[in-house]
């Protein structure tokens, strides 16, 4: 009873700002376990109005002043203003774009709050995007146990019911609970190390499985890049005995869900999945406007690439598989020079921070996660709540607040640019 009390104390005691990464933190959740209508109702009902509550509260300045946040609240409203200014689209398509330009900045306020909170407690984080990641991965490969062997591509749940989408979303997660994990002014404990090897061998098999080629490229150039960070700080032959003891792991695990020879073959025999075909229609049909695109609310089906290239090749392709192609079609150069804006802010903010060499190169490891997650799917960042929510922005605000809001165990900055009214 007294224990009881003390909890409800102590959550008392948390107060808006505290209570915002602990409903991050059931949402991840219940994105990669529930269905779409529950987690999209959750950050709705409960995560905007504290997000509102705390941005009217006198000390949200900072948020109003950081560079990232007022070129996506630019990239927003330049989205909202400018798709009743080209296209030929229905005005109520025109006004859902700007309702969803208006959920995308109040939703990124959010996240840099959320992520401040994550920067400052980096082992609670740590555990559990790792926990997220093999929760979704896990349901996942049960879910579609029948599907992988018989050699079908497996989906998970909720966030993570595409293919594509949910092994790009469990390669995102995992990525960050790895280098939260593995900080550079941390030593994981022997529980943190065993959930991130069964995290690594369940995400491993469940995006191999889903059979979508790009997120395994990505997430096999990381995992590379990570056994090298992981042997080279460590240099112990434990740590080259984990690393083969996953490796192992993994392949047992994929020759017996499906057989390796014929999970080769599989995703050798889809080709380039029209890929090739759909850049080709966007870059051949440019938008209306090359400076300010089609607009945000023409439907893509509508296009001349659509009409006129994809449609009589039987084509019916949703959008152009492609973010930097998306925001091109859709708000033009100007659109894909905020966007590029976006990747570089956080780039810049590692190169110039004081945080370890292996640290920074770490950090540029998940931007180019990104860049590569989104290079074959996606078209925007500025939508309702996505999952480019998970692929796109969780990489690019995570970086970013990492890099130039972190602090040492003493509260000296070694981010960006860090001062003591920010901290």
Known sequence: MKLAMANVSDLRRLGAQGWLPLLFAAWLLLAVLTPEEVYRTFFHALIYPLTLYLLVRKDSMAVWQDPFIRLFLLFCGYMAVTTWLVGSDPADDDAQAMRWAFEAALGILG?????????????????????????????????????????????????????????????????????????????????????????????????????????????????????GFL??????????????LVTACVVILLQWFIGLGVLSDQLISRGGSYRFEIWAAYLTYPPESVLLGNGAGLDFGLTDAAKLHLEPMGLDIAHPHNIWLGAFVENGLIGVLMQAGLVMLPAIAVSRSRLALRTRLHLLAILVLFLLLTFTDEYTLVTSVHPIWFVGWIPLVFVWVWSRYRTDENGSAIGDSVTVGER
């Open 111 to 227: 996240y840099f709050l959320w992520m401040r909170a994550v920067v400052s407690r980096p082992g609670f984080w740590a555990r559990w995007f790792l926990v997220v990641a093999l929760a979704g991965a896990l349901s996942g490969l049960l879910f579609s146990l029948q599907e992988a062997f018989q050699g079908g591509r497996i989906q998970g749940f909720g966030v993570m019911g595409h293919p594509i989408q949910g092994a790009s979303i469990a390669t995102v997660f995992l990525a960050t609970g790895l280098f939260l994990t593995f900080r550079e002014d941390s030593s994981a404990s022997r529980s943190d190390i065993l959930l991130a090897m069964v995290s690594v061998v369940s995400v491993c098999a469940f995006v191999t499985l889903s059979q979508s080629r790009a997120p395994l490229i990505a997430l096999l150039l990381y995992l590379f890049f990570l056994a």
């Open 231 to 244: 042997g080279y700080r460590y240099r112990r032959p434990a740590t080259i005995f984990a690393l083969l």
